[in-house]
């Protein structure tokens, strides 16, 4: 309990943030049972969400990674991200995951090329020690001691490739809100390939596997201390 809060502080929140200007919008997907059905029931409010609002661009933080994949979800999140006529306008965000250096390609829902996978790293630029690894994984991000909104008004410092696919999610949609014309595809090149001013892209990752590409997302918050930069 707590985790979705955290990371909508992360993406949006006033005070650790990465962005000011987006609108978040919580669809439970995962119940405790984590049962697939209600799951899937989720992603379908999502596309509800974008029939309501046709002229809205959507970053989709994804709920935690699940280890084995279980073929539905995998079916779900594939027409998303490839078949929905919202595709162009959604794009999909997961953690790698934290199990332990699980090989992330055989996971929901890294393993869909599709999505945006992110890995962790620590504030030395080093991998974060119990992320998933794998060449599903497409970027890295900040993701060791982070803080942020928590539970009844509070904060806390967590750390997991959850929390750095929250920071992933919050530059992502600040740079589309900047950039409304691009598609999700052209955002997704632009994080996995190249640097922009207000994306920044760095190789000086120390002990990655080669498997996984040497390539942080950095952002500079303009007059705050963002989540990922508190001290």
Request: aromatic share 8%; net charge positive.
């Amino acid at each position: 309990m707590g985790v979705g809060t955290h990371a909508a502080g992360i993406i949006g929140g006033r005070s650790y943030g990465v962005t000011q200007n987006v609108n978040l919008h919580s669809v439970k997907v995962i119940q405790l049972s984590t049962n697939v059905i209600a799951m899937v029931n989720g992603f379908i409010a999502t596309h509800v969400w974008m029939l309501s609002n046709p002229n809205a661009h959507a970053v989709v933080l994804l709920p935690g990674i699940i280890c084995p994949q279980n073929w539905l979800l995998d079916w779900i999140v594939n027409y998303m991200a490839t078949l929905s006529p919202y595709k162009t306008r959604i794009l999909l965000i997961t953690s790698a995951g934290d199990a332990a250096n699980w090989n992330a390609c055989k996971c929901n829902f890294a393993a869909n090329p599709a999505v945006l996978a992110v890995g962790a790293v620590n504030s030395a630029m080093g991998v974060y020690n119990v992320a998933n690894l794998g060449p599903c994984i497409d970027v890295l991000a900040s993701g060791v001691t982070i803080l942020s909104t928590w539970m009844f008004d509070g904060t806390a410092w967590l750390t997991g490739s959850r929390q750095a696919a929250a920071l992933a999610a919050g530059v992502i949609s600040q740079y589309w809100v900047e950039n409304p014309t691009l598609t999700s595809t052209a955002i997704f090149n632009l994080i996995t390939t190249t640097a922009t001013s207000s994306i920044h892209v760095t190789t000086t990752v120390t002990g990655l596997p080669t498997t996984i590409p040497n390539k942080v997302i950095k952002y500079q918050c303009p007059g705050k201390c963002c989540a990922f930069e508190c001290s």
